[in-house]
């Protein structure tokens, strides 16, 4: 299996853009679960999904925030618009056994 | 509100220095402790899941251990390879969602 595969690996974008980050789980993994990495604040949980349903989004910052799993192979997190503090690395992962997450690359975000 | 706190932030060690890494815990209902290692650039990846106090899991030179409020990596005789960012997180309650500590800067010099 290829893993977890995220796009794009690097995005440059003006304030007030829309910014869509892309994920491909791993084949016959029913969690998927978006974090946000800085320096300050370490890893936080955005929103993980069970079985393509949206379970809890507490970790979402503001409605600039969207994540959508339109099916069990695809998922999109959007920040629109984007500002400078929306700057960090966002991973995607996914899991078949809870706890043991599986970690795409990430994908590092900077909004000038 | 779940906390986990990991200490050190960074740890400088000689080639073959043991020592140990902490992660403490507030949660309500721990259904599981894991331990993650993150290379620079690249996403963590997953190394140890423990469930209970008392135990053990072992990994060449890490060995993961488990009480009622922390857990601690040990790493015996490390290598320059071992260095990384090792990262503690923990499953509560009744949902799913993993939460993870800040980590610790591990360097193993030559």
């Known amino acids: 299996d290829a893993g977890v595969i995220q796009s794009p690996r690097h995005e440059v974008t003006e304030m007030g853009q829309e910014v869509t980050l892309r994920c491909k789980p791993i084949?016959?993994?029913?969690?998927l679960f978006w974090y946000r990495q800085t320096m300050m604040r370490g890893l936080e949980l955005l929103i993980y999904?069970?079985?393509?349903?949206?379970?809890?989004d507490s970790g979402m910052p503001e409605d600039r925030f969207s994540a959508k799993m339109p099916n069990a192979s695809f998922s999109t997190l959007k920040i629109q618009p984007s500002e400078p503090r929306d700057s960090a690395v966002y991973f995607c992962?996914?899991?078949?056994?809870?706890?043991?997450?599986?970690f795409g690359e990430g994908s590092r975000l900077t909004v000038l | 509100e779940d906390q986990v706190t990991q200490s050190p932030e960074a740890l400088r060690l000689q080639e073959g220095e043991s020592s140990s890494l902490n992660c403490s815990y507030t949660v309500s209902g721990l259904r599981g402790l894991f331990w993650y290692r993150q290379d620079p650039g690249k996403g963590p990846e997953f190394l140890f899941t423990?469930?209970?106090a008392g135990e053990e899991k072992e990994k060449e030179r890490l060995k993961a251990t488990l009480t009622k409020k922390e857990s601690f990596l040990h790493i015996t005789a490390p290598k320059p390879e071992d260095s990384a960012t090792y990262l503690c997180a923990v499953q509560a309650g009744r949902d799913d969602k993993i939460i993870f500590g800040k980590g610790t800067r591990l360097h193993i010099l030559p």
């Open positions: 423990l469930y209970s």
């Open positions: 084949s016959g993994h029913n969690s």
């Open positions: 992962a996914s899991s078949f056994i809870p706890g043991e997450l599986f």
């Open positions: 999904f069970n079985n393509n349903v949206p379970i809890d």
